[in-house]
């Protein structure tokens, strides 16, 4: 399956962005979702994760913040994001793994990944 992210940008410190992840060219609805940033200078770091049929995963620092949902009709993932702060800052990207993984937080269990969308938060 090919993945497309889009929906980053520019945006205050406490404002929202949602970020879509669509697909293409596979069966979506046997896909597990996940998504990872990567801040300047640091390394890729898992953010929130949805598996076929609804069950969400999330990295603590965005609990409560971001929500991870899909829509099987329109081949798309979605990571809306809430209460943003400077530190979200960061290449947002998608990730697919047909049939699934346990390992939903790490880069490598997928087999499937999209190109990045910037988010920048201004403080």
């Known amino acids: 399956v090919q993945l497309q992210a889009s929906g980053g940008g520019l945006v205050q410190a406490g404002g929202s962005l949602r970020l879509s992840c669509a697909a293409s060219g596979g069966s979506f609805s046997s896909y597990f979702m996940g998504w990872f940033r990567q801040a300047p200078g640091k390394e890729r770091e898992f953010v929130a994760a949805i598996s076929w049929i609804g069950p969400t995963y999330y990295e603590d620092s965005v609990k409560g913040r971001f929500t991870v949902s899909r829509d099987n009709a329109r081949n798309t993932a979605y990571l809306q994001m809430n209460s943003l702060k400077p530190e979200d800052t960061a290449i947002y990207f998608c990730?697919?793994?047909?049939?699934?993984?346990?390992?939903?937080?790490?880069?490598?269990?997928?087999?499937?990944w999209g190109q990045g969308t910037q988010v920048t938060v201004s403080s």
């Open positions: 990730a697919g793994a047909e049939f699934g993984t346990r390992d939903y937080g790490t880069w490598g269990a997928y087999d499937s």
